[in-house]
Each structure stands twice: as C-alpha cells, then as structure tokens.
C-alpha cells in the first residue's frame, strides 16, 4: 500500500498527468494577470488537441501537429478577446461559449471526417512525441536514489513535458522582471492608471490573452500527441477547469501554480494506481472514489480553505477609455 502513495511510479505518473493542467494553469494566469478571466481554457485546449491529432495524424509529423495546435488555441483566444477586450462583453459568457464551440465543433468534425464517433485514428509513426532518455540514465540507475532519481523520475519523458516545467521560471522571469510583466500587472490592477501612462491597455491585454493561447495549445497538443495516440472526444475530461481551480489555489503566483497542478496530478496518479487495490479493513473500494478524488479536492479548495485568495482587482472588469 505504501508503495502505492510513495513509489517512483506513482511519481512518474504525477509529473505527466501534471503537465497538461500546468500548461493551461499558466495559461489562465498570463490571461487574469492582465485583467481577463479566462473560463474557456477547457474548449481552447479541447480545439488545440483535436487539431493537433488531425494534422499529425495526416502528415506523420509531431511538430506540425503542436504548430497546429497552438494555431487554433489562438484563434479560440483571439475570438475571447475580440468578445471581452474590443467589445466589452461578459468574459464569464465568452469563454463558456467557447467551450461549448470547441465540444461541439470538435464532435461533428472528428465524426464527419474520420466517421468513428468523434474520434481521430490512432496516429502513425513520427506523430507523437516519444520519450527522451537523459545522457547516462542507464548508467546511473543502479546509483542509490539520486541515480534513481534521475534515471526513474527525471528521465524518459517527452519533450513538452520539460518544456511545461521550464516554462514555471521563466513565466516568473517575465512577470517579475521584465517591463512587459510590470505593465502585464498593473493593467490588470489598474488598467486606468496604465491608459494614463499612455500604454494602450487593450494591445496589452491582447497580448495576454494571446500567450494564453500558446500555452493552450501546448497543453492541448500534449493530450492528443504526446500523452495519448489520437484525439479522443472530450479527451480534455475537466482539466481546464482543473486549472482554473489550481490557479485560484495558487494565488496567481508561477510557482504556487506548479506545486498545485503537482498536487493535482499526484491524486490523480494515485487515484490510477488505487483501482483494484483492497484498502486495509475496508476492503475494495468502487473505482469512481478514487475517480473523484481530484474533483472533490478542487471543490474543497475553492470552498475556502487555502485562505483568502485575492485576484487582480480588475479581473473580469471590460476597460471603457475614459474621453476627454
């Protein structure tokens, strides 16, 4: 039983699972850093794997797919933004919107082009991103735990994997020490004080939701791509709002956001490996428990128990530019 909750494995099996909600939790926060909440993570990540799938699928090339990928989570954010941003409409609308777009679009194309309920086929060789073996994790294998460690943990993933935990510091760089982070901040705390400035607060916030995007398309790609074989319907199972919960759990800070989606990632690993497992003097619990336990972690969290958690003040508040 203890092997279960603190194995290798189990760990393994945490980093992957991790990584889709960490791409989409940086995603949403990029986004509500600049004042625009974002509720469609799930439909662009949905539409961003599915297009992934279809071109990998067609032309037997991983990055093509990912570039694809990214290509249409842009344009789902570019439609949020043209809704929120330029017109000014309900950003809690526009991004349930695009979440039952991308559902429903992603449901009739896959069936009208590929005739198997919604599904892409499974894709050929050169369509996925396989696992990297690090430089000498053989040889250090047999190397107690550190060599473990780096043979077992931090070996034998694919690349967009790495690139997703990458991205923690250097989100953290580009927020806190550079002048786009800054003006990123301060239009989402007070995007009048930033139009005073004489920075255009609607190009900012365009911006942000762009590099949402990109990082959908990442976590999306790597559904579709990387962790599976194909696009299956409604592959994305609630992880975007997964992230949206660990992104509130974090405070809208990188690295709270990674230790959540990590938190997240290891109750769902742990939920895998429970299926089938007796429990001492209980005895075999129904799957669905354990099933469960991600979603009712993220109910608890946002019934208020990680404190008081404070988002940007002009979150979800469309900017009207004051005439003088």
């Not at 990998?56 to 990214?70: P, Q, Y």
Request: with cysteine; proline share 5%; charged share 10%.
């Amino acid at each position: 039983m203890v092997d279960i909750f603190f194995s290798y494995a189990t760990f393994d099996s945490m980093a992957r699972l991790a990584t889709p909600l960490l791409f989409a939790c940086l995603a949403g926060l990029y986004s509500e850093r600049s004042g625009v909440v974002d509720i469609g993570l799930e439909g662009k990540m949905l539409g961003a794997a599915f297009g992934a799938a279809c071109v990998a699928f067609l032309t037997a090339n991983a990055w093509l797919g990912l570039l694809t990928g990214i290509g249409v989570a842009v344009g789902l954010s570019l439609l949020h933004g043209f809704a929120s941003i330029t017109n000014r409409g309900n950003q809690i609308v526009s991004g349930v919107a695009i979440n039952f777009l991308a559902a429903g679009l992603t449901a009739l194309l896959g069936q009208a082009w590929f005739g198997q309920g919604g599904r892409t086929p499974s894709l050929p060789e050169g369509g996925r991103f396989l696992e990297i073996t690090l430089p000498f994790a053989e040889e250090m294998a047999s190397v107690p735990v550190i060599g473990r460690f780096y043979s077992e943990f931090l070996s034998g993933h694919n690349i967009l994997l790495y690139l997703a935990f990458l991205a923690v510091p250097l989100t953290w760089w580009v927020l806190f020490r550079t002048r786009f982070g800054l003006r990123l901040r301060a239009v989402g705390e007070n995007p009048a004080a930033v139009d005073t400035a004489g920075i255009s607060v609607t190009f900012l916030r365009y911006r942000a939701v762009i590099i949402c995007g990109i990082l959908c398309g990442f976590a999306g790609a790597y559904l579709a791509i990387a962790q599976s074989s194909g696009f299956i319907k409604d592959m994305t199972a609630g992880k975007g709002f997964i992230a949206l919960a660990a992104l509130i759990f974090a405070k809208w800070k990188p690295l709270n956001a990674m230790l959540a989606c990590l938190l997240f990632g290891y109750l769902d690993a742990v939920a895998i490996r429970m299926q089938g497992q007796p429990l001492p003097g209980i005895g075999e619990v129904p799957v669905q428990v354990f099933q469960a336990l991600p979603y009712v972690l993220t109910v608890i969290l946002l019934a208020g128990f990680i404190g008081k958690a404070i988002p940007p003040k002009a979150s979800g508040i469309p900017y009207l530019k004051e005439r003088t």
